[in-house]
Every structure is written in structure tokens, then in C-alpha cells.
């Protein structure tokens, strides 16, 4: 078990450009979340997978924002036509469904910068 | 809304000094509680959780946290702070029969000498 997984650590992007994040989750986890986390704030919820299922998003992730999870392992963010605004640790979580007190193990994040 | 608060963004404290972090909680329901600690350049990482089973937590390296419902809080504790002990600390609330947390702005703790 290596924990959760998330590539690439770092990503410079122009406004404008198409950026795409992966994140592992830990192999036998079902749920994984994303998080978005800035300069001196908390992270805060984006959206949650069970299995493939996407059971919720927050109101932050805009048409723009695009996560998938096609066969209940690893999971995508996408974001298109980048804005300056998106600049900001996107963070990756999993848990096992074991009722409401199960653990968010994180990832390192993603750091994005958009110039 | 929940919601959480912690109070003070930056704590300083010298080695071997009490350690006292604040949190207070906004919840309609009696909710799941949760401190993560984050190093830099690292994902964040559970320190205690709150199951409603005793108020008093205790967590990893020496930290515990006490549920006051009468308070709404849940401050974070230690003893004796150590150098390692420098880092970012989350509150987070997982309101019941939700299934995501929301956390709080954050404390950065800061050991000196």
C-alpha cells in the first residue's frame, strides 16, 4: 500500500490551456474525493466518487471542471480554459465505505499555477 | 450550514510549552469531528477523530481534543510541543449523513526554541 497517488505535483499552465490531474486511490477504497485548497484557507470539497459513481459536486466546480472515474480506480480532474483563479493545491483523498467515521487518507496534491 | 472556525490562523508557542489550538463547530445535527495535521509539501494526515464514544480523544504523537457540546468546540491539545510539532492543523466537521468533510481555515503552528 503506497497511499494515494496524484500526478503531476506540479503544473504550470497559460491562461487558457487544458490542465488534467490523475489521482490513485488506495486499491481497496471506494470512495475518493477532490479538494481544492489555497494560500491560507482549508481545502475545500469539489466532488465525491463511490465506485464510477460521481454522487456529488460542489456549486465551486463549474462547467469548466470535469472529474471522471471510469472504472472505480484512479480518477481524473479536468479543467478547460484555465483561469487564473484556478491557481491552487488541488488535493485527492479515498476512504473505504465503512460508515461515516471512515478516514480520508490524502494525497500530496497537485500544485497548479496559471500564468 | 456547518461549518467550522478555528480561531487564531498563526500559534507560537516554545518547545516544551502547552500547545492549546481552537475549534469551534456549526452543526444542526451532533456531527463527526476531525483534526488533520499537513507538513509542507505533504497531503494532510489524521491526527483524532471524534465518535461520540468518549469526549476526551486522544490522537497520534501525543495530541488529544475534548468535545464540548456546550460549547460547540473541540480544541486540540498537547502538553509539550516539540520542534516536529511545527505544521498546519485542521479542524474538519463531517455533519451527520453527509458523506464529505468541511474544514477549517487552518492553524499554523510554529515551535521556537
Known amino acids: 500500500d503506497t497511499g494515494v497517488s496524484q500526478n503531476p505535483r506540479h503544473k504550470i499552465t497559460k491562461r487558457g490551456q487544458n490542465v488534467t490531474f490523475r489521482c490513485d486511490p488506495i486499491?481497496?477504497?471506494?470512495?475518493l474525493y477532490w479538494y481544492r485548497q489555497t494560500l491560507g484557507q482549508g481545502p475545500e470539497f469539489l466532488t465525491y466518487?463511490?465506485?464510477?459513481?460521481?454522487?456529488?459536486k460542489s456549486r465551486l466546480l463549474s462547467d469548466r471542471f470535469s472529474a471522471e472515474r471510469p472504472k472505480g480506480s484512479f480518477s481524473t480532474l479536468e479543467i478547460q480554459r484555465t483561469e487564473q483563479g484556478d491557481s491552487a493545491m488541488y488535493l485527492c483523498a479515498s476512504s473505504k465505505e465503512t460508515g461515516s467515521l471512515s478516514e480520508l487518507f490524502f494525497g500530496s496534491g497537485t500544485q497548479l499555477s496559471v500564468l | 450550514a456547518q461549518s467550522v472556525t478555528q480561531l487564531g490562523s498563526h500559534v507560537s508557542v516554545s518547545e516544551g510549552a502547552l500547545v492549546l489550538l481552537r475549534c469551534n463547530y456549526s452543526s444542526s445535527v451532533p456531527p463527526y469531528l476531525f483534526w488533520y495535521v499537513q507538513y509542507p509539501n505533504q497531503g494532510l494526515q489524521l491526527l483524532l477523530k471524534y465518535t461520540s464514544a468518549a469526549t476526551l480523544v486522544k490522537g497520534i504523537n501525543g495530541f488529544e481534543a475534548e468535545f464540548k457540546k456546550s460549547e460547540t468546540s473541540f480544541h486540540l491539545t498537547k502538553p509539550s510541543a516539540h520542534m516536529s510539532d511545527a505544521a498546519e492543523y485542521f479542524c474538519a466537521v463531517k455533519p451527520g449523513g453527509y458523506n464529505k468533510l468541511i474544514f477549517g481555515a487552518g492553524t499554523r503552528l510554529a515551535v521556537h526554541p
Open positions: 466518487f463511490q465506485n464510477e459513481a460521481q454522487l456529488e
Open positions: 486499491s481497496e477504497h471506494n470512495r
